[in-house]
């Protein structure tokens, strides 16, 4: 139901865009948020944004670099990273997230910052 795409290989320094296309779901109703995780560790919320604010939430490494927006009429999210660094390097995944607390997982996309 969440298709993510976008990653790569890529310099660092360098630029990158997600986009998490939400299928069969009501998108404007969930809360959309990027992940990321690399072999063995937890899964990290990255980036967040709201329904219907739209506010958003980066965690404090991106903050700066990566952008998160979403369009309503696409029932797309997307993330744009800017200024990557080798740390950045993991598997990152799209969450769709209703205010009850039911979520949905994207199928997780590479990407690899090379130093």
């Known amino acids: 139901q969440l298709q993510a795409s976008g990653g790569g290989l890529v310099e660092a320094g360098g630029s990158l865009g997600l986009s998490c296309k939400v299928y069969?779901?009501?998108?404007?109703?969930?809360?959309m948020g990027w992940f990321r995780q690399a072999p063995g560790q937890e899964r990290e919320l990255i980036a967040a944004?709201?329904?219907?604010?739209?506010?958003?939430y980066y965690t404090d490494s991106v903050k700066g670099r990566f952008t998160i927006s979403r369009d309503n009429a696409k029932n797309t999210v997307y993330l744009q990273m800017n200024g990557l660094k080798p740390e950045d390097t993991d598997v990152y995944y799209c969450?769709?997230?209703?205010?009850?607390?039911?979520?949905?997982w994207g199928q997780g996309t590479l990407v690899t910052v090379s130093s």
């Open positions: 969450n769709a997230l209703l205010p009850s607390g039911r979520s949905y």
């Open positions: 069969g779901l009501t998108f404007r109703n969930y809360h």
């Open positions: 944004i709201r329904r219907p604010s739209g506010a958003t």
